[in-house]
C-alpha cells in the first residue's frame, strides 16, 4: 500500500440568491416558510422555473407551515461532518401545511422507531438566523415549531441577497514508487530524473510514463539528472488574498533549463534574486535542503521534489543564447 | 456488411477494481488504453479522436483531466475532448463526433479514484447548492428514500432487494474486474443493520477505483479490425429535474424515453447492463425498460460488483459490447448520472447475423 498524503481542499462560495431564493432565505430570517405558486400548486421551498416545463415562475409567494408531514424518510446512524445534527437523525421529505411538494430536511426523532410515513413535525428554529437552509436547525415531531426563548421574528435590516456556502473536503493521495524514488533520491542531493525507452526525452521527479509515447516508465528508466542550468523564463506572482494565501509579498517562479539535456523545470523557486533583477539567462544550481530543514512531504504539485528548496545563482556570466524562452516544457 | 456510416465498438478494456489502488488516475488510464488497443492491432498513433469522463471532485485537483492526457499519447497531436461525467456520456461525444464522417477510430475513457476521499462528502457538494448542499445530503440518503418509494408502492421489497445483491455478487464471481463477489445467503444479508433504512450494506455499491477504455470504428474499419463488431444502433440519453423531491421516486420516465428513442422496441434484447448502483434500481429499470425473466441482467455482477464512479456506465456499455462480439444478437446498455436516476443514458448493441 503506497504511502498517502493528506491534503484539504476548501471552497469559498458565495452566492447571488436572485428574487425567489432571496425571498425565501429572507424570510426564514423571519421564521417564516415561502412557497411559490406553479400551475395550481405550492411548490416549497420555492423555484425560479416550473419543474416540469421550464417556464419562469411570477414571484407569487405563499407562506406554508411550518408544520408539515412526512411523506418519505431515512435514518441515518452514524451523521457525517456535513450533517445538522451531530447523533442519529432522520433525513425526511416533509410536505409542510400548505404545499404541494415535499421539503428535504433533517428530524430530530431520538431513534428510528419514532419515525413512519404520515407522523406529524415542526421546525426547530436556529437563535442566530444568516438566511440559509440551515436557519432551521432541523424538524421535531409535534404541532409546534421550537423557537428559542426571547427570540424575536424581525425582519431582517436588508433583504438576504448573498449566501456564503463553505465546501471543505479532505483528499488521501498515493504517492507513486516512482515519487517515492525521487523524494529518496532528493535526501541525498541527487535530482532523480526518468528516460523514456522510445523517445530518450527525460522527465525530471517520478513523472512514471512519457506523456509523448504513453509508456510507463520504471526503476530501470532512473537516471541522475544535472544540477546546474540556466533561467529560461519566469513570472513574477502578485499575490491576491484570496482565502488560504500565505504569500503577502510579489515572487518569483522561473523555469530552469538543465544543462546538457532536454529537461526544463517549470514553476521553481530562485533564491537569493531580487524579482526586479529576475531575467532569462541566469547561471543557477540546485539548492537542498539541510537534514534539519528538509521537508519530509511532497506536495500535490507535479516535479514538486522533496528536498529541493530552489536554485541558487552561481556568478557564472549570463546564458545569452537567443532561444532560451523556445523551450516551454 | 452495414452501411458506411454505421459505428460499431471493436474493442474495451477495465483495470482491475479495487477499494483503494497505489496507481494514479493516469497509470490506470495508460494500462486500460494499451490493453484495449493491443488485441485489435491498433497503437495510439491509429486514434483520431479522444473523449474522456472524469471528475475533479473526486480526484481532488483542477484540471484533472489535462495529466490524464498523458495515457493518451499527446503526439501527434489529436482532437480531444472531456466530459466532466461519466465516461458513457464521453462515448456518447464520440459517437456523435464519427458521424462527422472525416475521422474512422475514437477512444473513450471512463475513470475515477474514489479512494483519495470519503463519496459521502463529495457528493453532497454536487446537488441544489441552496436547498440540498448544506444539508449535506449524501447519495446513500437519496437512494434509501427512492427504495422507500418502491417499497411503498409494492414495487419491491426488502428481500427482493437482497436477492438482486446476492444474485449480482455471484454473477460477479468470473469477472476479473469485480470487487465484490461469492456467494451470500440472502436471509443472513437480511439480519445485517441499516446503513441507511432501508438500506443495508448489500443494497449499497462498493467504492471503487479503476479505469475502462472503449475503441468505436467506423463500419469499414470496424469489419477489418475485429471478426464480429458491436453495432451501436440507438443511443440517446435524457434527463429529470435536479431536486428527487420534486420528481415521482416510482419511475423513470428518462429513462423510458431514451429507451424509445434508441429504438428498444424494435427488437427483443438477450442482455442488459442497468446500472443500478443500489439494488432497488434494479427491478425499476427492468419495469420502465419492459425487460422480462428471458433477459439476463447484469451477467457481469454490475455496479453492485464494482463502482468505479464516473467509469460504471462506460463499464455497462462495454460488457454489453463484449455480449455481442462473444455471439449475442442484441444487447442493452443503460448509464446514469445524478441523484436517484436523475439522468439516463440508453445504448443498443447489435451484432451481424
Redesign the interface.
Known amino acids: 500500500m503506497a504511502r498517502l498524503v493528506e491534503n484539504r481542499i476548501q471552497f469559498p462560495y458565495k452566492r447571488s440568491l436572485g428574487p425567489i431564493f432571496g425571498a425565501f432565505m429572507t424570510g426564514l430570517v423571519q421564521r417564516k416558510i415561502l412557497g411559490i405558486r406553479c400551475d395550481g400548486k405550492v411548490l416549497a421551498p420555492p423555484l425560479e422555473w416550473n419543474p416540469a416545463t421550464g417556464d419562469e415562475l411570477a414571484p407569487d409567494l405563499v407562506e406554508v407551515g411550518p408544520a408539515g408531514t412526512v411523506v418519505n424518510w431515512t435514518w441515518v446512524p452514524q451523521p457525517t461532518e456535513q450533517h445538522p445534527l451531530d447523533h442519529p437523525f432522520a433525513f425526511a421529505m416533509i410536505r409542510l401545511d400548505g404545499a404541494d411538494t415535499p421539503f428535504v430536511h433533517a428530524v430530530d426523532a431520538g431513534n428510528i422507531d419514532a419515525m413512519a410515513e404520515g407522523m406529524r413535525v415542526a421546525p426547530r428554529w436556529k437563535r442566530e438566523r444568516l438566511g440559509t437552509i440551515r436557519d432551521i436547525e432541523c424538524f421535531v415531531p409535534g404541532e409546534d415549531a421550537e423557537i428559542p426563548e426571547g427570540d424575536t421574528n424581525e425582519a431582517p435590516e436588508e433583504p438576504v441577497t448573498m449566501m456564503e456556502y463553505d465546501a471543505s473536503i479532505t483528499y488521501r493521495n498515493p504517492v507513486s514508487e516512482n515519487a517515492e524514488r525521487a523524494n529518496a533520491a532528493s535526501r541525498e542531493k541527487r535530482l532523480l530524473g526518468q528516460q523514456c525507452p522510445v523517445c530518450g526525452r527525460m522527465y525530471a521527479g517520478g513523472r512514471g510514463y512519457c506523456p509523448i509515447d504513453a509508456v510507463e516508465l520504471t526503476e530501470e528508466h532512473d537516471v541522475d539528472l544535472p544540477q546546474r542550468g540556466v533561467v529560461s523564463n519566469y513570472t513574477i506572482v502578485t499575490p491576491v488574498q484570496y482565502p488560504g494565501q500565505t504569500e503577502t509579498e510579489p515572487f518569483a517562479r522561473v523555469f530552469v533549463r538543465l544543462d546538457g539535456v532536454d529537461v526544463v523545470l517549470g514553476f521553481q523557486n530562485l533564491i537569493d534574486v531580487p524579482v526586479d533583477d529576475i531575467h532569462p539567462g541566469i547561471r543557477v544550481a540546485a539548492m537542498w535542503a539541510s537534514e534539519a530543514e528538509r521537508e519530509e512531504t511532497i506536495g500535490g504539485i507535479r516535479n514538486a521534489i522533496g528536498g529541493l528548496v530552489g536554485w541558487i545563482p552561481t556568478g557564472e556570466p549570463d546564458d545569452t543564447s537567443p532561444d532560451l524562452l523556445d523551450k516551454v516544457l | 456488411m452495414r452501411n458506411d456510416t454505421d459505428i460499431a465498438i471493436v474493442a474495451s478494456a477495465t483495470t482491475p477494481v479495487v477499494r483503494?489502488?497505489?496507481?494514479?488516475e493516469?497509470?490506470l488510464l495508460?494500462h486500460a488504453?494499451?490493453s484495449a488497443l493491443e488485441p485489435v492491432g491498433l497503437t495510439?498513433a491509429d486514434v483520431d479522436f479522444t473523449c474522456a469522463g472524469s471528475c475533479d471532485?473526486i480526484?481532488?485537483?483542477t484540471f484533472s483531466f489535462v495529466?490524464n492526457?498523458?495515457?493518451?499519447?499527446?503526439?501527434p497531436p489529436k482532437r480531444d475532448s472531456h466530459v466532466e461525467m461519466d465516461g458513457a456520456w464521453a462515448l456518447y461525444e464520440a459517437w456523435l463526433r464519427l458521424h462527422h464522417g472525416d475521422i474512422e477510430i475514437a477512444v473513450v475513457t471512463g475513470s475515477g479514484r474514489s479512494?483519495?476521499?470519503?463519496p459521502?462528502?463529495?457528493y453532497?457538494?454536487e446537488m441544489d447548492?441552496?436547498?440540498?448542499?448544506?444539508?449535506?445530503?449524501?447519495p446513500v440518503?437519496f437512494a434509501?428514500?427512492q427504495a422507500?418509494?418502491l417499497i411503498?408502492a409494492g414495487k419491491v421489497t426488502e428481500r427482493q432487494m437482497a436477492e438482486v445483491a446476492a444474485r449480482s455478487r455471484k454473477d460477479a464471481v468470473g469477472n476479473p474486474s469485480a470487487q465484490v463477489t461469492g456467494d451470500f445467503d440472502v436471509d443472513e444479508l437480511l439480519e445485517e443493520?441499516?446503513?441507511?433504512?432501508?438500506?443495508r450494506r448489500h443494497d449499497l455499491p462498493p467504492i471503487s477505483d479503476g479505469a475502462c477504455a472503449v475503441v468505436l470504428a467506423t463500419a469499414q474499419r470496424a469489419e477489418q479490425l475485429v471478426e464480429r463488431p458491436a453495432w451501436i444502433t440507438g443511443l440517446e440519453h435524457r434527463s429529470e429535474?435536479h431536486?428527487?423531491?420534486?420528481r415521482d421516486?416510482t419511475d423513470s420516465p428518462s429513462t423510458r424515453l431514451a429507451a424509445e428513442a434508441a429504438g428498444l422496441r424494435d427488437g427483443p434484447v438477450e442482455v442488459a447492463e442497468l446500472q443500478a448502483a443500489f439494488t432497488h434500481e434494479e427491478p425499476l429499470l427492468r419495469e420502465v425498460l419492459g425487460l422480462d425473466d428471458s433477459v439476463a441482467v447484469n451477467p457481469s455482477g454490475g455496479a453492485l460488483a464494482a463502482n468505479p464512479i464516473m467509469a460504471t456506465g462506460l463499464v455497462r456499455i462495454a460488457e454489453a459490447a463484449r455480449q455481442v462480439a462473444a455471439g449475442r444478437q442484441r444487447t442493452l446498455a443503460h448509464a446514469t448520472s445524478g441523484p436517484c436516476l436523475q439522468q439516463n443514458l440508453v445504448c443498443i448493441l447489435e451484432g451481424d447475423s
Open positions: 483503494h489502488t497505489g496507481d494514479t493516469t497509470t495508460l488504453i494499451t495510439r471532485y480526484s481532488g485537483a495529466s492526457l498523458d495515457a493518451i499519447g499527446a503526439w479512494s483519495t476521499a470519503d459521502s462528502l463529495i453532497p457538494m447548492p441552496y436547498y440540498l448542499a448544506p444539508l449535506g445530503v449524501d440518503s434509501a428514500l422507500r418509494a411503498e443493520d441499516y446503513v441507511r433504512a432501508p438500506l429535474c431536486n428527487p423531491a420534486l421516486l
